[in-house]
């Protein structure tokens, strides 16, 4: 008789993760204000303090800037932190040791050092969080060369991804969206890890492909289920990591649909569904499409606290089936 598969939530996912790298590497440790006996802003880190100590799970002054020197320095010497903002709003605060030091060490002392930190940040919209907590900040850090930048779906992802993270020897930047921490999946028990240079294809069709990740993947099945009702089968690549991004993956599904919709949750402008367009249109697949490259992203206005507001400024499943329809019945 088959075993039962195990189920696990987001946020459970990503403490057994923390826990399965912290039993095995003594330098790993978690480091973040209030991670400790509260267990984190969303509650992620739960009873790591319990089961690690407080010199593994250390709560830190309310300064993300003098968070993010410490982790850059505990890094350099040898630890592996893993450093957690409440907010990725905050990782403003945090800018200079993130950008100007922990993506460019390696390099500006020719790769004589490496700096194994990850720092994870809960991002998106949807909570009632206001402007100030609420932005999708995902393609500020995939701007920078030095680091890698990580978005997970799926529960399964989230501790994969993590793990790979933390054995990384560079700098991660690791988006969580609020709206998936209490989502539920298949999670194996034990270590695995799911490559930093991969994308998944979570559904398969013919007529368009739809990119996005984190909370927008899954808001792009749903529009998918509801358009294969109407004859029309979009297939949805999750990148998962947004930095290094695999377009080889989607180039070779947009060569197949011969249509391109990228959804995502920042906004419109200067965002990471501009970088994908780009990069189709330079490649090869472009000459394989039959309309247009639809970009489907956030409204250019601050996260309103109303919440019929917020729900209007970021991508919904019936913007997304909307914007599916015209582009496959080529009216976009």
Same mark, same amino acid.
């Given at each position: ?27 790993v ?53 893993v ?7 905050f ?11 922990a ?18 940040m ?28 990580? /978005?997970?779906?799926?529960?399964? !992802? *989230?501790?994969? @991804?993590? &793990?790979?993270?933390?054995?990384? +020897?560079? #700098? ?54 509801i ?20 377009m ?19 906004a ?15 490649? /090869?697949?472009?000459?394989?499409? !039959? *309309?247009?490259? @639809?970009? &489907?992203?956030?409204?250019?206005? +601050?996260? #309103?606290?109303?919440?019929a ?18 582009l ?5």
């Open positions: 008789m088959t075993a039962p598969i195990r189920e696990l939530g987001f946020a459970e996912a990503i403490r057994e993760a923390l826990a399965i790298a912290m039993a095995e590497d003594e330098r440790f978690v480091m973040g204000e209030d991670v400790g006996v509260y267990g984190g802003a969303f509650q992620v880190t739960g009873d790591l303090v319990q089961r690690f100590g407080e010199d593994r799970v250390v709560d830190t002054p309310i300064s993300e800037l003098g968070g993010a020197g410490v982790a850059v320095g505990a890094a350099l010497t040898g630890l592996k932190p450093f957690e903002l409440q907010f990725s709003d990782s403003t605060l945090a800018m200079e040791q993130i950008v100007n030091q993506a460019k060490l390696r390099y500006m002392l020719g790769g004589s050092v490496s700096v194994p930190l990850v720092v994870r809960p991002t998106g919209s949807g909570l009632g969080g206001a402007a100030q907590h609420s932005q999708s900040l995902e393609a500020w850090f995939a701007h920078v060369p030095g680091l890698k930048v990580v /978005e997970p779906t799926t529960p399964y !992802d *989230a501790k994969g @991804l993590l &793990l790979a993270a933390i054995d990384d +020897p560079d #700098p991660v930047i690791f988006f969580e969206h609020k709206l998936l921490y209490k989502t539920k999946g298949p999670v194996p028990e034990g270590r695995y890890v799911v490559p930093l240079d991969r994308a998944e294809t979570r559904r398969a069709g013919r007529d368009l492909t739809i990119v996005a990740a984190g909370v927008m993947a899954q808001k792009a099945l749903d529009a998918a289920t358009l294969a009702s109407e004859g029309i089968e979009a297939e949805v690549i999750d990148p998962r990591v947004l930095r290094p991004l695999d080889a993956t989607v180039a070779r599904s947009v060569t197949r649909t011969s249509r391109l919709l990228i959804v995502y949750e920042g419109k402008s200067f965002g990471i569904g501009a970088e994908i367009a780009a990069a189709i249109a330079e490649g /090869e697949a472009f000459g394989h499409l !039959d *309309a247009p490259i @639809l970009r &489907l992203g956030g409204a250019e206005t +601050p996260i #309103p606290y109303s919440p507001l917020e729900r209007a400024a970021v991508p919904q499943v019936e913007d997304i089936v909307a914007a599916a329809r015209r496959a019945r080529g009216e976009a």
